[in-house]
């Protein structure tokens, strides 16, 4: 009786261990994807709750995680993105400036604990990472409630492996869209930097065209005017003259070029 009272003391601590280890790896998965210094989960219960603060002070920190968990108290998602002027916290979080948490829930739907991200900074979260956020608490879900499922009944080796496969299963998809959001954001830095030096030697030849072209326009300037000078001069000659002759006309427009030609 002692020795099956203990060995269920063993498999149960096991059990808790391994739920341990899953949700320490989806935070960590959470903390490098939001590039926060805080996530937590927060087990009502206080059997499964786990935390990564790297900050200063990580006692003052989590005191004001809890202040501000007692003081989302909906069951719903919070994002605070300054708490420092966020009505709701009324400027309490000296340390934690941003604060977002989303309710977990049991199979039966009662709500068992919160699923936490903050910074010592102010951010924003855009609409893909809320709902990325939704789809990470329900992977925590996931992994605290696998023992409440019919696998429990399996054998404790089979359970195991079964275990480790739920595991590998549900973190695939969230690691393929993490590589993808990590793809797509290099593919548009590089899109971005290409465009932005396109951008610059289009700017630079436009520059130089533009110049070009008031060179020309200034030329095209001074010899219509040259011109229309040379033809009054000639004009006027022609009018003031009863008589001329071509030798006449050949050295006034003589003249006018060397003229031009000194100027």
């Known amino acids: ?12 601590n096991t059990q808790i261990y391994e739920i341990k280890q899953e949700i320490t790896e989806t935070l960590t998965l959470m903390k490098q994807f939001y590039d926060v210094s805080i996530v937590k989960f927060v087990d009502y219960n206080a059997l499964y709750t ?7 002070d990580p006692y003052k920190a989590d005191s004001e995680l809890n202040s501000l968990a007692q ?8 994002i605070i993105e300054d708490t420092l002027f966020d009505p709701l916290t009324k400027g309490r979080c000296q340390q934690v400036r941003f604060y977002s948490q989303y309710p977990i829930y049991n199979l039966d739907n009662s709500l068992i604990g919160v699923l936490i991200i903050a910074d010592i900074s102010p951010k924003t979260l855009i609409g893909s990472q809320k709902e990325q956020f939704v789809s990470f608490a329900q992977l925590l879900q996931t992994q605290l409630n696998k ?6 009944t399996v054998k404790p080796s089979q359970t195991k492996s079964l275990n480790r496969f739920v595991h590998l299963f549900s ?4 690691a393929f869209l993490i590589a993808l959001v990590i793809c797509s954001f290099s593919a548009l830095l590089l899109y971005t930097l290409d465009k932005k030096d396109k951008k610059s030697a289009y700017a630079i030849q436009t520059q130089q065209l533009r110049q070009t072209l008031f060179d020309a326009l200034e030329r095209f300037d001074n ?10 001069i000639v004009a006027g000659f022609l009018k003031s003259q009863q008589s001329y002759t071509q030798q006449q006309l050949s050295d006034l427009v003589k003249t006018q070029v060397s003229s031009r030609a000194r100027a």
């Not at 203990?6 to 149960?12: D, G, K, L, R, V």
């Not at 003081?71 to 919070?78: A, I, M």
């Not at 023992?147 to 429990?152: C, E, G, I, V």
């Open 50 to 56: 786990q935390q990564i603060i790297s900050c200063d």
């Open 223 to 232: 010899q219509a005017l040259y011109i229309t000078q040379k033809d009054k």
């Open 171 to 174: 973190l695939a998809p969230v």
């Open 147 to 152: 023992h409440f499922t019919p696998t429990k």
């Open 1 to 12: 009786m002692n020795s099956s009272y203990a060995n269920n003391i063993n498999e149960f």
């Open 71 to 78: 003081t989302c108290t909906q069951e719903k998602l919070y």
